[in-house]
């Protein structure tokens, strides 16, 4: 079956980086765009943005462009998303969520929804 | 950028139906999609492209989309469907184009 696993916890200092690993199994890696979205606690659900894996292009919010970097290893199928210069209001828990469409019909009629979800990951920004 | 409007808390007695809004301007011409978040769960996906649902979401989950609303109703509620609920959609005009909604808690009494 599809299975998303995402990395552990983390704590992080303002100003640091953190680097949170999805490996994904049971499906063609590079078949399917991978998402990733955060939930602050008590919060709703925030997209960040979006990794092709065949080709590694990424598409990115906004708001967090030149902080957030995705990207990925083929021969491990797993994505990283990386953001950085943290403050405490990114703590959150991230999750990466594979978009439910193939790459190529996506490319034609649009991305689909989110399915299914990595366990998510705590990452906790404070001095 | 384009917002999504859902009612903070829904409360349904066992058995009976809960209908959760998601209002969004002419949202009837997007495709939406419907998460329940259970607490300290990650989302799961029950209803797609407006009335789909994926393999193992029981036939009680619908959903429609009309004008300016969209709607995910669980019939026969049960204990266990007590979460959050959120619509999504996708807004190319938005620097967030997977939009979420605000999110509703349903509370089965």
């Known amino acids: 079956q599809v299975q998303l696993v995402q990395s552990g916890a983390e704590v992080k200092k303002p100003g640091a980086s953190v680097k949170v690993s999805c490996k994904a199994s049971?499906?063609?890696?590079?078949?399917?765009?991978m998402h990733w979205v955060r939930q602050a606690p008590g919060q709703g659900l925030e997209w960040m943005g979006i990794?092709?894996?065949?080709?590694?292009?990424?598409s990115y919010a906004q708001k967090f462009q030149g902080r957030v970097t995705m990207t990925r290893d083929t021969s491990t199928s797993t994505v990283y998303m990386e953001l950085s210069s943290l403050r405490s209001e990114d703590t959150a828990v991230y999750y990466c969520?594979?978009?439910?469409?193939?790459?190529?019909?996506?490319?034609?009629?649009?991305?689909?929804?989110?399915?299914?979800w990595g366990q998510g990951t705590l990452v906790t920004v404070s001095s | 950028s384009y917002v999504l409007t859902q009612p903070p808390s829904v409360s349904v007695a066992p058995g009976q139906t809960a209908r959760i809004t998601c209002g969004g301007n002419?949202?009837?011409?997007?495709?939406v999609h419907w998460y329940q978040q259970k607490p300290g769960q990650a989302p799961v996906l029950v209803v797609y492209?407006?009335?789909d649902r994926p393999s193992g979401i029981p036939e009680r989950f619908s959903g429609s989309n009309s004008g300016n609303t969209a709607t995910l109703t669980i019939s026969r509620v049960e204990a266990g469907d007590e979460a959050d609920y959120y619509c999504?959609?996708?807004?190319?005009?938005?620097?967030?184009?997977?939009?979420f909604g605000t999110g509703t808690k349903v509370t089965v009494l």
């Open positions: 969520a594979r978009d439910r469409r193939l790459v190529v019909v996506a490319a034609n009629i649009g991305f689909g929804p989110f399915d299914p």
């Open positions: 049971g499906y063609t890696f590079t078949s399917y765009y």
């Open positions: 990794i092709n894996p065949s080709g590694g292009s990424t």
């Open positions: 002419n949202i009837g011409s997007k495709s």
């Open positions: 492209d407006d009335s």
């Open positions: 999504q959609v996708w807004d190319s005009s938005s620097d967030h184009p997977r939009v």
